[in-house]
């Protein structure tokens, strides 16, 4: 949790960064990221999320799609005045490829009061253009006094475009208060992956990701689960503990699936003599 807090830190000290997370799945990536919102939102911060779905990898965007509709709803302003400025602010930044921006976040149309057609090109660069009027947004609104973490969940998942924005985007030089925190099962994830080959090359960039894996718990670690869980004294505590570490392998999701059964099942059941 520190480490991820280390790293909003500096995106509110105006860094921009890619913020790795691999893990297996039901390891606990996502609920650990998702504890950050309520820190980050205390500071000022905007915390966004999309994740990518199995079933919808030719969707371009899916995911991204999902957390610039989120920090649009977000970011609203209070007053007329504000929401001129922030609309100014972003026709400034995107020129006269509005209408792209409109076709990731429809409820933005109404920033531009004239969208210019779009002249056709070519697939890739086309997302190299479409790459850049995101950054060009994100430019516009991730500010210092309100910097953005944006959670994007199940990259192993990730449409090829999406895989292509993640290297376009230029994290701490062009754009910054920004953090992008990509999770994905790395289990998942051979070296012909689509994935593989992006990760090889955002270690190349000018300012490569930080990086925190979530492993797998521990036996003192479902000691302590398993402490917290059932309160009171347990019998056979120890052959417990090592029974749920040989049929989980550590896998939080899977421990508590077990821990669920077993009360369900009577399995486990509270003793009134004052033991499990």
């Not at 991204?64 to 400034?92: C, F, G, N, Y």
């Not at 999701?253 to 399995?267: A, D, N, P, Q, V």
């Amino acid at each position: 949790m520190q480490l991820l807090l280390s790293a909003f830190n500096r995106s509110s000290s105006g860094y921009g960064e890619i913020l790795l997370v691999p893990g297996q799945s039901g390891i606990g990536k996502t609920s650990l990221i998702q504890s950050l919102q309520i820190p980050i939102e205390t500071k000022n911060g905007c915390f966004v999320q999309g994740k990518f779905d199995q079933y919808q990898q030719n969707t371009p965007y899916y995911a991204v799609r999902q957390a610039l509709s989120q920090l649009w709803q977000k970011m609203q302003p209070d007053t007329d005045v504000e929401v001129e400025l922030l609309h100014e602010r972003i026709r400034q930044a995107v020129g006269g490829l509005g209408s792209l921006l409109v076709t990731l976040i429809p409820e933005i149309g109404q920033v531009f009061d004239k969208q210019t057609q779009i002249e056709e090109i070519g697939l890739l660069e086309a997302r190299y253009r479409f790459a850049n009027v995101i950054q060009k947004f994100l430019q516009a609104v991730c500010l210092p006094d309100h910097p953005t973490v944006m959670f994007i969940d199940d990259w192993q998942w990730a449409d090829s475009a999406s895989l292509e924005l993640l290297k376009q985007l230029q994290f701490g030089t062009s754009l910054r208060y920004f953090l992008l925190i990509a999770s994905y099962r790395n289990d998942e994830i051979g070296k012909n992956h689509p994935l593989a080959s992006v990760l090889i090359d955002l270690q190349s960039q000018q300012i490569p990701p930080e990086m925190i894996e979530v492993g797998k718990l521990t036996k003192t670690d479902i000691q302590d689960l398993i402490s917290d869980a059932l309160k009171g004294p347990i019998n056979n505590f120890d052959e417990l503990a090592n029974f749920i570490l040989d049929h989980t392998k550590g896998n939080p999701f899977y421990i508590r699936t077990m821990l669920e059964y077993f009360h369900g099942s009577s399995i486990l059941c509270y003793d009134p003599s004052g033991k499990i």
